[in-house]
């Protein structure tokens, strides 16, 4: 439950736009207005907040993280193929970004570059010219979170190909991309036209349009072309009231390398799979593939053109990278995303006249020309994305594959990232309105505790094979589903009596679901699972009190320091003990007693000891001697 971040947002992600129908994910976007009040950090004053539309967002930032492997997904796209304006997205982010957590990824998203460059270090959080990164991150490694876009839908009517596609691709199409930082910084290709590789001269031999630069080696497959509408993002100075804060040092500009693969209308009825291959770091590569389908016999196809062949779509290397911005292939522990976004930047209308209203209120008719055609009645019908599965695969075999070798967790030891996360939860966690309740960045996952009527209420029916414990299987029983506690130990809990319902003032429902060991959540529908990978943070607090000292970095300006205090310090001990010896040796000149006091004394002692004493003699012969 939080609203989009970034330019154009128009929906509010909520919770309850994402259910389960028929064993698949439903992810739902419908018109419905949220409102809340946001406090201005700059002119302190609350601030009125609306989005019209609702939608849903799947990830598992922080809990289920992975590098390199097979991706695969079985999806249905939303919406009418035909309309524009929805942004259906499957894609793959570096978990030290949280996406829509702006804060989180501000100059931290994309950039993939292990390199020391003055120049980029100020715009590259975590560069690879720091000596002390802190925070548990390694000395001079470069770090960010990488983005790849397993698919982004774009939908509409473009009414014939697309200009500058090879081969001709229309609306509408799935971008597959790698976002990656540093980008080009100049001669960039412009936006709605292929990048020209030599420049342009005129009949006189004068240069008409200069040679742009783009990426190398870009292998295209089948019904897929290089994406020419969009090349990056530049990330420039912010102003004022935006959320985050980047100098004019900190702007950069970040490239997508991406491609643009056909749709059918056939996509949006029925599942169709799409899948990467992710070798990550230097030396490695990204893989796209999909089911082959055939629009009309002018479109180039591979495989049967049914759906059932997969065949190859986009291919980038590492060398691509390398060899022009000394980028690399993502490195990163990543974790998965799955929502629909509807985004005013995204598939409207672009060239809409000038006395048009951009506003973007179906229940207001004058800002119907900012829309599509159809785009409102289709909303208030409401659309989903629906997905069967999201499977990733990684081999055990590093000799099997180019790059980096596969690797599980969002905390392993080469990269690690749950100690920066946990030093700067703030990034990482909801702003006010939304933060109130929130302690953490996550919450703790309820094992039970679910309001519930029956015990199939808490996963009574479903229990597991013998041969398989991962494969849940739906068993009826033959029962009202009221079963006793014994009947439902093969299942995942039962509904038992709320022992405290009623005590504080009533409250609390009067049954609820009690879990079975290895499952959880409020109605023990989810299996309990444990991370067993390694973590850098685990492994950092298993050792002893004294390797967890931060080492201290001398330069030498500081070693000039300690030799002067230790010069210093000697120098001052030297000084004392002269100074004490030189004491011991003069004599204490104390004042002595008068004459009449002295020979009192005398006497005194005299008459105790029975013995006369001139003690004016004795002192003066002392005195004098």
């Known amino acids: 439950d939080y609203s989009a971040s970034g330019g154009g947002s128009l929906h509010f992600y909520n919770s309850s736009a994402v259910t389960t129908v028929d064993g698949m994910l439903k992810i739902s976007s419908y018109i419905e207005p949220t409102r809340w ?3 201005d950090p700059v002119d302190k004053k609350n601030v009125a907040e609306k989005k019209d539309f609702k939608s849903g967002m799947v990830q598992s930032w922080n809990k289920m993280c992975f590098t390199g492997g097979i991706v695969e997904v079985d999806v249905i796209m939303p919406g009418d193929p035909f309309i524009g304006g929805l942004w259906p997205a499957i894609w793959i982010l570096g978990n030290l970004g949280r996406s829509t957590y702006e804060v989180s990824t501000n100059n931290i998203w994309p950039w993939s570059y292990d390199k020391c460059d003055r120049k980029k270090q100020h715009a590259q959080a975590l560069s690879a010219c720091n000596r002390q990164n802190h925070y548990g991150m390694h000395p001079f490694q470069g770090r960010g979170a990488t983005e790849i876009d397993i698919i982004e839908g774009m939908m509409g009517d473009s009414n014939g190909p697309l200009p500058d596609t090879k081969p001709n691709i229309s ?11 540093p980008g080009i910084p100049l001669n960039r290709p412009q936006t709605g036209h292929a990048p020209l590789k030599e420049a342009i001269l005129t009949s006189k031999g004068q240069e008409q349009f200069a040679a742009q630069t783009w990426y190398d080696g870009l292998e295209f497959y089948g019904n897929t072309s290089l994406n020419p509408f969009f090349y990056g993002t530049y990330l420039a100075e912010t102003k004022k009231g935006e959320p985050v804060t980047r100098g004019k040092k900190e702007a950069f500009q970040a490239d997508a390398v991406g491609a643009m693969h056909q749709l059918t209308p056939s996509h949006f009825k029925r599942m169709h799979t799409f899948r990467i291959e992710w070798q990550p770091g230097p030396g490695g590569r990204i893989d796209w593939f999909t089911k082959a389908h055939k629009v009309n016999e002018t479109h180039s196809i591979e495989g049967d053109g049914k759906g059932t062949d997969w065949v190859k779509a986009f291919t980038l290397k590492d060398e691509s990278l390398s060899s022009l911005m000394g980028s690399q292939i993502p490195n990163e522990p990543s974790y998965l995303i799955m929502n629909t976004a509807i985004s005013s930047t995204w598939g409207f209308p672009y060239d809409t006249p000038e006395w048009c209203e951009k506003c973007y209120d179906c229940s207001n008719s004058t800002c119907s020309c900012a829309f599509n055609p159809g785009f409102c009645n289709m909303m208030r019908k409401g659309v989903a994305m629906y997905i069967d599965h999201i499977r990733v695969y990684q081999s055990k075999d590093d000799s099997a594959h180019v790059g980096n070798p596969h690797t599980m967790g969002c905390d392993p030891p080469e990269y690690p990232t749950r100690e920066y996360i946990k030093g700067h939860e703030y990034r990482y966690m909801r702003q006010p309105p939304f933060v109130f309740e929130d302690k953490h960045p996550l919450r703790d996952v309820k094992a039970g505790g679910g309001k519930c009527e029956v015990d199939n209420d808490c996963g009574c029916n479903i229990t597991m094979t013998a041969s398989d414990s991962s494969s849940p299987i739906e068993a009826e029983q033959q029962s009202d589903g009221n079963e006793a506690p014994s009947k439902c130990s093969s ?56 390797a967890n000292v931060p080492k201290v970095l001398l330069t030498p300006f500081s070693l000039v320091l300690v030799v002067v205090f230790i010069i210093s310090f000697i120098v001052s001990l030297v000084a004392i003990n002269i100074n004490k010896r030189r004491e011991d040796k003069e004599p204490v000149v104390n004042s002595l007693p008068s004459e009449s006091q002295r020979l009192v004394t005398g006497r005194s002692i005299s008459s105790e000891s029975g013995i006369e004493i001139d003690l004016r003699f004795k002192l003066t012969s002392q005195l004098a001697t």
């Open 37 to 39: 009040a946001r406090l």
């Open 491 to 546: 299942g995942r809990g039962q509904c038992v009596i709320n022992g405290a319902a009623g005590r504080f003032f009533g409250q609390g429902p009067t049954r609820i679901c009690k879990c079975n060991k290895g499952f959880t959540g409020p109605n023990c529908l989810a299996i309990d699972h444990i991370d067993d990978s390694p973590s850098a943070y685990a492994m950092k607090l298993e050792k002893n009190l004294l």
């Open 171 to 181: 609306l509408p199409y799935v971008d597959m991309t790698l976002q990656v930082a």
